[in-house]
């Protein structure tokens, strides 16, 4: 029995006894959540299956306890996950070849996608004053992980954490992750990088059991806030990461400013062990090495009166792509450029971005909202010379705001994806999303 398994028994064995206790039924919430979902992907140059596409439904039921009384509080969280293919095929699943643990949505058998897949995370938690710690399941969010969930189901991890909020206006974060649960598989794996997770291709490729992390988030002031984390993937690289955000209130709108850095370097295996090697560009042809990057970015978004204008600019710096937790079966990072299909993150790439949205509940539409950005990436280093890439993405989305159907939102994400990257497809994507939430505790 692993660390993570023992405690989370210890933790619901104490609870078991205490769960009659004021505050644990009370304060707990249960959520199901519906996700219609289809996707469509369209590649248009190259050779191979020119379409990807599936449609499928997902629930997703949550569980969170209340906390039983005492100096010493306990409390279980669980979800339940489960998908449902509606259609899929070998030619349109994304995995026509059947090398893979999984295609677009869901996981494989062969090359044809499982009729339905699904899984089962337990959380325990235990709180002492304003410190609570969780063992089991985790959706973790800060700047050097990042859960994913922009398929049919949540990706989710399985670790430690803590959280503290003693001191007023800091917030301190620390965590152990071991094996992640990839967001079209029920099966938890190991923990890798671009370039050593062998494309989905589990088990092969390069794996730890072994991610940490920590960090601070301090509000200076009531509109200024600066952070500060720690990531470490043992094996693979180490990664810091500075952030300031502040809001300043200009005319009659606000100005949110986003300032990140990360640092990014080699650990252990992969500063030496071919099979440990990230993707990248080293000279002289050489496409795979060791982790070297620092990142910087800029994101500014005026906001007023419904309307959001953006732009931004982000410059890698060093020899490999910027590197992070990625078992090659979709994955999710906290940079600005985590567009719809690309990342924006290779080595030596600079990229500018420009953003609009609109709220339409400033014209009597409450619900609705559209979003646009376009994304340019160029100096990409290669070893056929500097590439580029472009991506446009469009989000129009509506939530009934009240009746009988609150909460049931429709939202369609159409993105178009253009490089000159040598044998690399272009691609144009569709999502059509349905939604419904629905409150049982």
Known sequence: ???????????????????????FIEDSKATLGLRNFYINTDNRDGTGPNKNEEWGQGFDLRFTSGYTQGTVQFGVDAIALYGLRLDSSPAKSGNSGGTASGGTIFPSDGNKAVNDFASLGLTGKVKVSQTELKVGTLLPNNPVIKYNDGRLLPQTFQGGQITSNEIKDLTLTAGQVERAKGRNSSNNEGLSIAGANAGSNYPKGEFSNKFYYAGADYKITKDLTASYYFGELKNFYNQNFLGLVHNWAIGPGVLKS??????SRDDGRNGDTAGYYTTGYYGDKVTKGKVDNDLYSYLALYSVEGHTFGAGYQYTKGDSDFPWLNQGDGSSNSTITDMQIQKFARAGERTWQVRYGYDFAKVGVPGLTANAVYLRGNNIDTSLGSKTEWERDLTVAYVIPEGPLKNLGFAWKNAMWRTDLANTRSQDENRLIVSYSIPLL
């Open 1 to 23: 029995m692993n660390k993570s398994t023992l405690a989370l028994a210890v933790a619901v064995g104490v609870l078991a006894q205490q769960a009659g206790a004021a505050g």
């Open 258 to 263: 986003d300032l990140r850095y990360y640092r």
